[in-house]
């Protein structure tokens, strides 16, 4: 029953009255989030009149303060998981001293203007996500100061999904991080993080890893991160990939220090309709990378993206599309329909001796900067595309 109570809070009355899922069947099938995951954000506020909620001030927090509030919150945080009820978060300011786990709650502001949890301690102030059905929506969470990236440690992410199932996390924004944004990590499964913003990370904006699988990102806003903006990492260190990711209809770049969209090391991930532009390095990256020892690729579809003024970043002069193989291998991966433009060294590139299948069909690229392509490796397979 778990995987039901997140549909129970608020918006999702009608659903129930109307009979819309069977008892038992899972709240949504793997990276395909019903409707009314996406028309519902914002209503928080307006929904929070129910006995099925606690609020965060009836455990002595206290708005506009500048106190500390973290034990108010946790206790808050227990309550609700016990009681099997939302947990609200009226509008104001918030302080975090330390670390807050959130495990199978779900946990709602005002809106993501008006609910604001400002984070204290630079090193721990994550937001952390766990267990089943865990949410996370309607609010901004800002640090009040950053330390450098150092070790990257997860205590220093934003917020970080800890090998949850069934997790949500949605119109929440993000602002100054001393790692990554969003950070999904340790088999996390069957997430959805949308209509989020995500601005000022030291390190990647949003980031899914560590086995994680059945991920959908999408209609995010990320610009200035640190690092890349929306990435797929696979490590060596782990026994399977990250696997079964959609990241679609997000807007990425705002001068991103790294790459926009980056497939590095994962098996069957959708890149679709996304826009990329002012990124320091290549605007969408498929690659497997020796010097942090990534598994291979396989299976990427690149779809109706565009991508204008990447690789910007000298000497990398990245192109504005790069696939990469530093080691191991990348087979199956797939461009169809994207315009690329405006690249700024370069337009497309393939290259490393691991590269297998690679097809472009109906892509328009403009390009005026460097070589159009560069396809050093690999069979590369050209139907159609405009501009090559
Ligand atoms: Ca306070």
Redesign the pocket.
Known sequence: MKKHQWLLGTAALSLIVGGSFASGAPAYAAGQPPAVYRTDAGIGASSTASAAALSVTDFG?????????HSAFAAAAKAAKQQNKTLHVPAG???LSKILTIDSIRMEGAGKAATVLVSTDPEKGSIDLKGSGVSLRNLKHVYETTVPRGNGAHEKNSITVRGAGNFMIDNVSVNKSSTAGIMVAYGSNNGIISNNTVANTGADGIHITTESHHITVENNTVTAAGDDGIAVVSYKTSPVPVRAVTIRDNEVGGLSKARGISVVGGENVTIENNSVKNTMMAGIYIATEGSYNTMNVDGVKVVNNTVNHTGIKEPEKHPNVLVYAGQGTIDNVEFSGNTITNGAHRGIGVWGGGVRNVKFERNTLVNTNGAKTTFKNGNIELVDNVGF
Do not use: I, L
């Not at 927090?61 to 509030?69: H, I, K, L, S, T």
């Open positions: 927090a206290v708005a506009n303060d500048g106190r500390d509030d300011t918030f302080h």
